[in-house]
């Protein structure tokens, strides 16, 4: 079983503070945003990826999955031709620094792009990226994150759409909740989605919105044992990566949460 740490909201202003966090603690492996090593928007090197490689190997960690911050939500031929290249170089990156596993977002909402144009408009740019995501093995993710996507039926409609074996979920415990979907409601979307999960984001908490609060696993209102028995029951064989939104001590409720899991999913 591996544990993994997003790195987000956690100890460390740097990535070499972040991945020391993440290696005393007793994580296995880390999940990267393309901005911790990409942030001028270049083509990411080789040389660039064996930097980050040699970083995670001192410190006995892998990556377990990159985090492409891409918008899919758009329509114009210039826009989806540069994110689905953007997307392309993101993945060739992922690969040399160990991971074929993308953390992908569906994209912002715009008042220039009617609502019921955005799963076409998300489709589309994902059915661009097959023919190298296919080739080279690798497995997009889509995150319930944001209001897009936040629904699991939606999220299914678009995997149908786009009806490829690579395409899939980032599943985040939380993010349902967020959105303002009851309880039961996240326990059924968990239920569904959970064949297609690439990738996991173990979160808590209590509330929706402007009323959300982070929570440390466990003490918050999510009912993550039928979440992780949702995965089980399916064979799901990807890591189990931590997400805390508190506030306070940082080290303190990441701790906190890699305790719970190596209590709980080991046991589920």
Not at 99 to 128: D, F, Q, W, Y
């Amino acid at each position: 079983m591996k544990f993994c740490l997003i790195h987000h909201n956690t100890p460390g202003d740097t990535l070499e503070a972040f991945l020391d966090y993440a290696a005393e603690t007793g994580f296995d492996s880390v999940e990267l945003t393309i901005s911790d090593v990409w942030s001028d928007e270049t083509d990411p090197t080789e040389r660039e990826a064996e930097r980050v490689r040699k970083m995670l190997e001192a410190r006995g960690l892998e990556v377990a999955a990159v985090s492409s911050e891409n918008d899919f939500i758009v329509i114009e031929e210039d826009q989806i031709r540069a994110q689905v290249e953007r997307m392309a170089r993101i993945c060739k990156f992922a690969q040399l620094v160990g991971t074929h596993i993308i953390r992908t977002e569906g994209g912002s909402r715009k008042k220039e792009i009617p609502v019921e144009n955005e799963c076409a408009a998300m489709a589309e740019c994902l059915k661009r990226c097959l023919g190298f995501v296919e080739k080279d093995g690798i497995y997009l993710g889509v995150d319930n994150h944001g209001v897009v996507t936040n629904d699991a039926e939606l999220q299914l409609k678009l995997f149908s759409m786009v009806d490829s074996p690579n395409v899939g979920a980032t599943l985040d415990t939380m993010n349902y909740r967020w959105m303002g979907h009851p309880v039961e409601t996240c326990n059924r979307f968990y239920d569904l989605i959970a064949p297609r999960v690439f990738h996991t984001h173990v979160k808590d908490g209590t509330g929706s919105q402007k009323d959300y609060v982070g929570r440390v696993l466990g003490d918050g209102e999510i009912d993550l044992n039928h979440a992780l028995a949702a995965l089980k029951r399916v064979g799901y064989q990807g890591v189990y990566c931590a997400e805390w939104e508190g506030r306070g001590d940082k080290a303190q409720g990441y701790a906190k949460c890699l305790e719970w899991m190596k209590q709980h999913i080991n046991s589920n």
